[in-house]
């Protein structure tokens, strides 16, 4: 059963709702489906959903399901013991065909969708074998070169002997593979390519866990069965913590960033449990391609004695016959420390650019964190933390949206939650989130790149100061929208001074008289009045210090925000409601 729902953001406060603007509650169209299987990964670029004996494809707008396909003949029904069957390696091909797996038990069955002319999937038996994992636990990538029309899968390698990179060329379909022959690979963390090359990220069991890196071209020219021009070397990043230089040694996972050229890394040290995790940044080019440029490389003697010898710089215009060297003698290493968190248990997270400034989402198993790191020295400041209430499995950020899954359900919300901040111009200023700016026009709280240029959008990322961008007193009118006792509305006017103070004035009108502008508006919702936020709060929908997002969410702030290690004792308590 699928069940699309639309969750209403109340914006709660303490008893001390004079110590707030008028409104300060918005309604955000949150996309929540939930499935009766599993729910394995969203790839929003196709608008599709997987997970166990399951392929969906959804509709953001209506927060619908519009055509779905189950895998009703898996070998897995019935069977007691660990069985695995889930849609896995989906993979766009052109412009109306994608393929994709069922694991099935470690006898994977390849599928074809093809898109109608409605708009929907039509789904097919058979496709490309070369995508499917034998064994859906396994980590994995699948990536197409457009240009050259080569499909790249990189996986778990079952035994040190089997091969764990493919180049797939869909043109004469043949096949290019490498075999890790220094360790099995054990977890494959990222992969990505760039100019002339493919580059992966993965973990290596060589007696102990090592982070590597590799390199090879993306279009390799030979005639043979092996990818010649494959290097790799250890990777690593290096701070400095109370005085000492610490190596972290345990890679989480790894995004590419195209628009910084970087490739960023979430990392700890073993033990991971007890250990807080940073997010590193390897220059692509300073950092990885000079590397593999300028080491030596590990080669053997005529007596077979191991040696470094230097190695010409990989040209990729060139036919090959016979493989470089792979191994690098010197590792990629980086001291470059974007974000320091005090969290021990984040397992994943995405990057996302917000008016010019990178954003960091980072989830673990209950909370949702967004880190600025606008100022290298900082290490990271903490925007705004979400509770959630279901144990997150996978997260990505695309057109703007959140993507998360958990065991039954796949939720896109908002990457901005400006509303949140309403018509306080002080806490919509002091947040100093680049994703968020106050709009004098409007008298709110609003995405930054929303503004127009005749809003006269505000915001101070620096210091935070009220007092610098309203210099004199700033007043604003917050119109009731409530019949109160079928009598009279409330309307309420805000006068801010340049120490943050404010006073308010209240004035009535009878309710024969309409008001003479419409109720405040806030993210095209309408805004709750004082009285309303008061009975929020008297029948129990407030939670102290946080936002809550139906019954599955919940932003915190106040002391929160101003905490680098998570939020508050009382938020995160008084976060689960019955």
């Known amino acids: 059963m699928i069940i699309p729902t639309t969750l209403l953001i109340l914006f709660g406060t303490t008893l001390q709702v004079s110590h707030i603007p008028a409104s300060f509650a918005a309604s955000v169209t949150t996309c929540r489906l939930e499935f009766d299987k599993g729910v394995r990964e969203v790839y929003p670029d196709y608008g599709l959903i997987t997970g166990e004996q399951f392929i969906a494809q959804y509709d953001k707008s209506s927060c619908s399901v519009i055509s779905s396909q189950a895998h009703e003949a898996s070998s897995c029904d019935g069977v007691t013991t660990p069985c695995s069957d889930e849609a896995t390696s989906v993979i766009r091909i052109n412009d109306t065909t994608l393929h994709y797996c069922y694991t099935d038990n470690m006898a994977p069955k390849p599928m074809t969708a093809t898109l109608l002319p409605d708009g929907t999937y039509s789904y097919t038996s ?35 002997s089997s091969p764990w990179l493919n180049y797939y060329y869909l043109s004469d379909q043949r096949s290019l593979s490498h075999v890790e022959r220094d360790g099995s690979v054990q977890n494959v963390l990222g992969m990505f390519t760039r100019g002339d090359f ?68 979430l990392t ?45 710089k990989l040209d990729c215009s060139k036919s090959r016959n016979f493989a470089v060297l792979s191994k690098g003698v010197d590792p990629v290493t980086t001291s470059s420390v974007v974000l320091r968190t005090q969290s021990t248990n984040l397992f994943a997270f995405s990057t996302y650019e917000s008016a010019g400034n990178l954003l960091f989402y ?23 933390e979400m509770v959630l209430k279901e144990t997150p499995r996978t997260m990505s950020i695309a057109n703007d949206t959140i993507y998360l899954t958990s065991d039954t359900s796949a939720t896109m919300i908002p990457t901005t939650w400006c509303s949140y901040y309403g018509q306080d111009p002080v806490s919509c200023v002091g947040a100093m989130d680049p994703s968020c700016s106050y709009s004098k026009e409007h008298n709110n709280c609003v995405p930054t790149n929303q503004c127009t240029e005749s809003e006269d959008c505000v915001q101070d990322l620096d210091a935070g100061s009220f007092s610098t961008l309203f210099p004199t007193e700033y007043t604003f009118l917050a119109p009731g929208s409530v019949c109160i006792h079928d009598m009279f509305f409330a309307d309420v006017t805000y006068t801010y001074f340049p120490n943050s103070s404010y006073v308010t004035t209240t004035s009535y009108r009878d309710c024969v008289d309409r008001p003479s502008t419409t109720a405040p508006v806030i993210n095209r919702a309408p805004a709750l009045t004082t009285l309303e936020i008061a009975l929020l709060v008297v029948v129990g929908v407030s939670v102290a210090g946080c936002v809550v997002l139906g019954t599955h969410f919940y932003i915190c702030r106040g002391k929160a925000r101003q905490r680098q290690d998570g939020p508050s004792p009382d938020c995160r308590q008084n976060s689960y409601l019955p």
């Open 268 to 312: 700890t040290q073993d033990p991971v449990s007890s250990s807080a995790v940073y997010v590193c940044a390897f220059d692509i080019t300073q950092d990885i391609d000079n590397t593999f440029d300028t080491t030596q490389y590990y080669s053997k003697d005529e007596k077979g004695n191991t040696i470094k010898t230097n190695q010409v």
């Open 362 to 384: 980072l989830i673990s198993q209950d909370t949702l964190y967004v880190y600025d790191t606008r100022s290298p020295a900082a290490k990271g400041r903490l925007l705004s």
């Open 198 to 265: 493919l580059y992966t990220v993965y973990q290596v069991n060589n007696n102990k866990k090592t982070n590597r890196i590799t390199r090879s071209c993306k279009n390799e020219r030979t005639s043979g069965t092996e990818i010649l021009t494959y290097t790799y070397t250890d990777v690593k990043c290096t701070d400095n913590i109370d005085g000492q230089d610490v190596t972290l040694n345990r890679i989480l996972a790894v995004e590419y960033s195209v628009s910084q050229d970087k490739l960023y890394v």
């Open 126 to 160: 058979g496709g490309l074998g070369v995508v499917c994992l034998n064994d859906a636990s396994k980590h994995s990538f699948v990536s197409l070169n457009q240009t050259d029309q080569i499909l790249y899968v990189a996986t778990d390698a079952k035994s040190q």
